[in-house]
């Protein structure tokens, strides 16, 4: 394939069709954001009305990593169906996050809400994969970073703020907790219900149609639709899914490594933030994170998404944030007492690994590197890949950070996990090429041999 087969596409500007594009996969994200976060704010009230001083381990790490796993299997599941179709697919995600939503209201058990947080899982990593994979195929060249980092990146903090401000707004309504945490877990169905309809009337991407459905004619008029011009659009890629992949094996593996290690770094830094910081300032954990998302994480996304991500490019904002987040997490290591002694220093400096770490949660956290890096023959399939590496590197931190801690100290903690991302910066460097402003055919043709 050539540049200039999807040319009326990758060289339009970004108009209405984008921005409403990226608003109805990015609701998504929020979604997700928002179950995803929203049961650790209330797990005091669930264990509470279910009776439970705490819970046992077992349930304690199943309730964790129950949509962890689910989203695994719903990513390489969607990853593969969407093969036959993004649009096809596209609505089944946020159906099942409705459904599972507010079939937590009427859990009777832990063990009945683990269950259904497993098959909302499900529909997280679908999501995670038919979203990205449509609004980049959808996406002009020069913004494609801009429409993943807002509509991907930026949306799912929207969505865990948006769970903390209505526990915190129930809470002061004085609600019977056992109520409050079922309306919280409930009201995740608001936003995936309501966008349902606008994500059926997509249109399919003209990429999915010539690459894989072979329907030239009905590709052409989707580009015609969206950009206002007229072209031919390419043949089907008829390739042998085992010569892509053999072809592309080296980048589809870096993108579900890099993915993980920012899954690792993130979630293992979640253990020492709102507990050890949050204490010592005299804040509760949800208000803590409040402040730390509206301070620094959300302005930084929003910042970096619009100007940053297409302008500098993917590499260096990772690089750089990989390095930056572990300098700080060294300062963490060995300044652990003055620190806590210091509260506000704490929490700036704290805020300041957050911003770093906002630039791999815009690439590789956002599914940037596996929708770029892949051709369309294969694209929603690695990008299933990708998500599960990122969501097996969320399990393991869940599970074996704690001991972590435990085992050797907070500040070996901090120092791992600083290492992990130094590793993450120095594979991003050598593993990854530039893709910021390229088209997706220009980045994948160089290892592809396409009829």
Known sequence: MREGDFAALDEQRFAAFHWRTTLVTGLGVFCDGYDLSSVGIVLPLILKSFGDARLSSIESASLAASALVGSVIGALAFGALAQGGRKRFYGLDVLIL??????????????????????????????????????????????????????????????????????????????????????????????????????????????????????????????????????????????????????????????????MIYDLVVYASILFGPSLIASSMGLGPVSFSLLIQIVFVLPASVLMSVFLLDRIGRKPLQVWGFFIGSVLLGIFAVMQGSLMAMPTIAFIVYGLFNVAETGPGLVSGAGVLGVELAPTRIRSLVQGITVAGGRIGAAISAFFFPLLFVGIGQAGAYWVIAALGLAGAVLTHYLVPETGRLSLETITEARSTVP
């Open 98 to 259: 409705g459904i599972t939503a507010i079939a937590q209201a009427f859990a009777p058990s832990v063990a009945w809400l683990i269950a259904i947080r497993f098959l909302l899982g499900i529909g997280v990593g679908a999501d995670y994969v038919l979203s990205p994979t449509i609004m980049a195929e959808h996406a002009n060249r020069a913004d494609r970073g801009r429409a993943l980092g807002l509509g991907f990146g930026t949306m799912w903090p929207v969505g865990a703020l948006a769970a903390a401000l209505l526990t915190l707004a129930l809470d002061g309504l004085n609600i019977d907790g056992d109520l409050e945490w079922r309306l919280v877990l409930a009201a995740g169905a608001i936003p995936a219900l309501a966008v349902l309809y606008f994500r059926r009337r997509m249109p399919e991407t003209a990429r999915y149609l010539a690459r894989l459905a072979g329907d030239g004619a009905a590709a052409s008029r989707v580009i015609e639709d969206i950009s206002g011009r007229t072209g031919i659009a390419p043949a089907a890629d008829q390739r042998r899914l085992s010569d892509v992949f053999a072809a592309h094996g080296h980048a589809i593996f870096s993108a579900a490594l890099l993915w």
